[in-house]
């Protein structure tokens, strides 16, 4: 099984420019998770889906926007980059409120 | 005050030496609890659950202590591929799901 996979790996935006984080996983998972870690702030949750249909902002939701696709898919778009963006993004997901999440191996996204 | 707090860290310790990690979590209605690994540039993976009665995975055993709002980690004789980031994380239950939040983490490096 390949688990959760994140697309691209890395990638360079110039201030203005928008892209989307591609998320999926083939564990049949009901919940996914965006989230965003840089130095000394640990991981912060920017946006989560509960289950298929449904989305909740987390503690930084500001500058983004997510979609669940379907019950495999959740993206993550950023209209406007700005540098305060750059960071490294992890997608997660998991079966149910009692399991730990599986992560995805991140997007390092730097914003010139 | 931060939903979870961690040691500061960063440990150094040398091959075969304990090692406990602590960590204390602010929200009493907390309802899960774990403990992840985080290497260098890495995602970070499920170590183990944390148990109220205490559990205990070969060299790495976990405490849970709900009424000081404690959770410790142990590693007995401490191998040099223990070096990583240890995450100390807790399920938070919201109106819409629930979440996992993280700690910064304890920075431990085993040296030979």
């Known amino acids: 099984n390949a688990g959760v996979t994140q697309t691209p790996k890395f990638q360079v935006l110039k201030t203005g420019q928008s892209m989307t984080l591609q998320c999926a996983q083939d564990m049949n998972h009901n919940s996914m998770y965006w989230y965003r870690q840089d130095p000394g702030m640990g991981l912060r949750l920017i946006y989560y889906s509960a289950s298929e249909g449904t989305t909740d902002k987390g503690e930084v939701p500001n500058g983004y926007n997510v979609s669940r696709l379907n019950k495999r898919e959740f993206s993550l778009r950023l209209e406007s980059a700005a540098p305060s963006q750059t960071s490294v993004y992890f997608c997660?997901?998991?079966?149910?409120?009692?399991?730990?999440?599986?992560f995805g191996s991140g997007t390092r996204l730097t914003v010139v | 005050r931060k939903e979870v707090e961690q040691d500061p860290g960063p440990f150094n310790v040398p091959e075969g030496a304990t090692v406990a990690f602590n960590c204390t979590y602010s929200?009493?209605?907390?309802?899960?609890f774990f403990w992840y690994r985080q290497d260098c540039r890495k995602e970070p993976k499920l170590l183990m659950s944390?148990?109220?009665s205490g559990n205990e995975d070969g060299r790495f055993t976990a405490q849970l202590n709900r009424a000081s709002q404690y959770i410790s980690l142990l590693i007995r004789d401490s191998k040099l591929s223990d070096s990583a980031t240890y995450l100390c994380v807790v399920n938070d239950r919201e109106t819409s799901g629930s979440r996992l939040t993280f700690g910064e983490g304890t920075q431990l490096t085993v040296n030979p």
């Open positions: 944390v148990y109220s």
């Open positions: 997660a997901s998991r079966t149910g409120s009692s399991y730990g999440y599986t």
């Open positions: 929200n009493s209605a907390s309802q899960s």
